[in-house]
């Protein structure tokens, strides 16, 4: 059993002077109030090497435990817990990150190759120097393995590769089987007419719905032989045109899953060429995604671009070899034997099984059939790295877009601005060109028809510069306007969170915005669907007392999911009662999975099957295709339900139904489960949000789980290049990993806030602002 006494003794020395043969001159090390590190060094060989050194001293737990997930190995540590991280195992074994990884380490440039090289020296550098191990390793009586180049991609390909389309496309087949690909095709309404999108920007989109039923139908076909088939964000930049200092300025926030420790960790580099503040991924050099340097300032949301496909593979066994079908021939498949090592159990033996099209992830080709996973990330190895040490060096808006040219996934909308007065938005990553069928389902891998044919050219990638409206919004809405001749998706965000998000830039006065004001959108936490609801509630003509006594609560209610009050609680709840009646009408035998499904397949296509019903109810519009309802009774229905609901669970007092009493974050340690007479020592503290699922302030929750946050802004950021000392930015836990750390969860209760810590810039601050300075000499 460990103490908090124990938690203590496993905190890190950030002050002892270090020496290293890896050095070719001093660095030092600036630890802030908040515990943010500010890396000094001469030469980028010297800052990665520092990098990885400080990283591990606060992150090394969590980077080996995204290693241990990318490789399939979790099972390793925490044995078989539940079946989920067993599964987890198992997929990540079948994707085969190891190889992918290393693919990408192989063509990356060699000054990445260099970049990567000495932040793996400096992690190591701490694994063999350090006393005091996190006290995960105690825990689980391990040792961490050293670093190795490879596993920089690997950790972030573990962080990202499952936030693509091959889920979707699963949910879409499991559909069609369980409906038919008729009525399935119906509940396939696309983006929501007149929601915004984000290129051009203002536009809205105004195409008809696509109801794809011969594609279906062709599914329907080819997946009769398959038995198994399971397995967010903001930002804008608004131009100087509307600033008070004349110059741009970018915001944004990343929505995610709530990690502990964060996933994001923040971090300043400086050395004689360059310097960057933003937030990197433990165990990944740089900081390439929300962050600034001397000249430009970026952003980004996830594209919600479709760049994974599943193909069916048809196999047969010759001669005691695995062989699958293409065209009018047979090609051995590559196949290897692994085992995964399970905790205190017996070791679970798996086939890793690759086609020409990818990584087997589900069916057994031991049978005859198989799903083959094709993703830009994996087939092959790209030079997205190359990326990460481009962004740094950048210096104006134009070098930023050359430098992501090589990015591959995910897919992501950029924003920028820099100290020239440009700023702009741009789509990066790789997405390929192909037959339409691969973007809805499964499609054939034996007869050659649905092959990747190229990728869309960079330069036709969506994108816009300085656009006359003078600001660009992205909240993962429908990139362009339907004349885009590409595809990009079927399924996006809706456009509420944008349409926020607008209004309030607009609201601000031309040269009257500045960066208080920006933050102000960050708690911008007006729901739009739940004023439909309240005003559709407001609307019944309730004969109950005690109904009308409720339905009265709403009266003053302006949309605001403010953690202080009492509606959103009502409205929420009402929501997911209305949730389950269409859930139920229209998916029938697979309504459970659209309301309690972890992956993100079935509660995707479903939250979009809810945005065209709220649509709809708003306007009283029917929709045969999803269903002819009684909107006064089916509201009625589920607000009369709502309030039973809450009254079980919360009692008859209605001033003890605060939003900010059930909508709190649930922060839990991957250990926590493992150890769960430990948890009071392992989880953060719990915090309350003001949000919801579709406001700018982002704090979803799910149908089960009600209403913990399951995804919320796992960082927020405002950058100014009038000024880089006005930058502002905060994550929803803290700097450090170790639970027995004060910079464990200090940023907690800010963020919940929605306030900010200073992204110190200026040396001077720095020091001024220093709890602790290190320095590492060379030996």
């Not at 290693?67 to 074994?93: C, F, P, Y």
């Not at 949910?171 to 089987?177: D, G, I, Q, Y």
């Not at 339905?551 to 009050?565: A, E, I």
Request: charged letters at 25%; one cysteine or more.
């Amino acid at each position: 059993m460990i103490t908090q006494d124990d938690l203590l003794k496993s905190l890190p020395d950030v002050i002892s002077t270090k020496k290293f043969k890896n050095l070719s001159k001093n660095v030092e090390i600036f630890r802030d109030k908040w515990g943010i590190p500010h890396i000094k060094a001469n030469s980028e060989k010297d800052l990665f090497f520092a990098q990885g050194f400080v990283t591990a001293q606060d992150r090394l737990w969590h980077m080996d435990y995204d290693r241990h997930r990318g490789l399939g190995r979790w099972s390793e540590w925490a044995g078989q817990v539940n079946e989920s991280n067993l599964s987890q195992d198992i997929l990540m074994r079948k994707l085969s990150l190891e190889r992918a990884s290393k693919a990408d380490y192989e063509v990356s440039r060699p000054d990445t190759k260099s970049m990567v090289d000495s932040l793996t020296e400096g992690i190591n550098a701490y694994i063999n120097d350090t006393e005091n191990l996190p006290i995960e390793y105690q825990l689980l009586g391990e040792k961490p393995e050293l670093w190795e180049p490879w596993h920089s991609f690997l950790v972030y390909k573990c962080r990202n590769m499952l936030m693509g389309t091959f889920d979707m496309k699963l949910w879409r087949a499991r559909l069609v089987k369980s409906i038919g690909p008729k009525r399935a095709s119906e509940l396939f309404r696309g983006y929501p007419y007149n929601h915004l999108v984000t290129t051009p920007p203002g536009s809205k989109h105004k195409g008809e719905n696509y109801t794809p039923y011969e594609e279906l139908a062709y599914a329907w076909s080819e997946l009769n032989n398959i038995n198994e088939l399971d397995s967010g964000s903001n930002a804008w930049v608004v131009s100087g045109d509307k600033t008070v200092s004349g110059l741009p300025l970018v915001a944004g926030d990343s929505h995610r899953g709530l990690d502990t420790p964060s996933v994001y960790y923040q971090i300043h580099l400086s050395c004689s060429d360059w310097r960057i503040s933003g937030y990197s991924l433990p165990g990944v050099p740089g900081a390439p995604h929300f962050s600034h340097n001397e000249y430009v300032g970026f952003g980004m949301t996830h594209g919600v671009a479709d760049y994974q496909d599943l193909f069916i593979e048809k196999f047969r066994e010759r001669s005691g070899k695995l062989e699958y079908s293409y065209k009018n021939g047979w090609y051995p498949a590559d196949v290897r034997e692994e085992e995964i090592t399970i905790k205190d159990g017996k070791p679970i033996p798996i086939e890793v099984v690759i086609t020409r099209h990818g990584r087997i992830v589900a069916g057994n080709p031991r049978e005859g059939i198989g799903l083959a996973f094709s993703h830009t990330g994996t087939n092959q190895g790209t030079k997205w790295m190359d990326s990460v040490l481009d962004i740094s060096r950048c210096k104006n808006a134009d070098e930023l877009e050359d430098a992501v040219k090589e990015w591959t996934e995910p897919v992501n909308n950029y924003m920028y601005c820099d100290v020239y007065g440009e700023f702009g938005y741009r789509l990066r990553g790789r997405i390929p060109i192909r037959d339409i069928r691969n973007t809805w389902v499964p499609v054939s891998g034996s007869d050659g028809n649905h092959e990747w044919e190229r990728e869309i050219p960079w330069d036709e990638m969506p994108q816009v510069r300085n656009p006359e409206i003078g600001y660009a919004v992205t909240c993962n809405q429908k990139v362009t306007t339907d004349d885009y001749k590409y595809h990009i998706n079927h399924y996006f965000g809706n456009g509420w969170r944008a349409e926020r998000i607008v209004n309030r830039i607009n609201e601000i006065d031309k040269g009257d915005m500045d960066i208080n004001k920006m933050g102000s959108i960050h708690a911008d936490s007006i729901s739009i669907p739940g004023i439909w609801i309240a005003d559709k509630i407001l609307s019944l003509n309730l004969e109950d007392y005690i109904e009308k006594e409720f339905q009265k609560l709403l009266v003053n209610w302006n949309g605001d999911m403010d953690k202080n009050r009492i509606e959103p609680t009502i409205v929420a709840e009402t929501y997911m009662q209305l949730s389950k009646i269409i859930s139920d009408h229209i998916f029938v035998k697979l309504s459970n999975e659209a309301l309690l499904g972890k992956s993100r397949g079935a509660p995707g296509h479903f939250g979009e099957v809810m945005g065209h019903v709220l649509e709809n109810m708003n306007k009283n519009k029917q929709d045969s295709n999803i269903g002819i309802f009684n909107w006064d009774e089916l509201i009625r229905n589920s607000f009369i339900e709502a309030i039973i609901y809450l009254k079980k669970r919360l009692g008859n007092d209605t001033s003890k139904w605060i939003w900010g009493r059930v909508h709190t974050t649930n922060p839990v340690h991957p250990l926590s489960e493992v150890f769960p007479d430990l948890k009071s020592l392992l989880d953060p503290p719990k915090f309350a949000l003001s949000g919801g699922m579709d406001t700018p302030l982002a704090g979803t929750f799910s149908y089960a789980n009600r209403f913990y946050i399951d995804g919320l802004s796992v960082n927020r950021y405002i950058h100014d290049p009038s000024d880089w000392t006005k930058s502002k930015w905060v994550v929803p836990l803290g700097s450090s990993g170790h639970p027995g750390s004060v910079h464990y969860s200090d940023q907690g209760e800010l963020h919940s806030n929605i306030e900010y810590v200073p992204q110190l810039w200026e040396w001077e601050d720095i020091k001024d602002n220093s709890e602790s300075i290190q320095l590492l000499k060379p030996r």
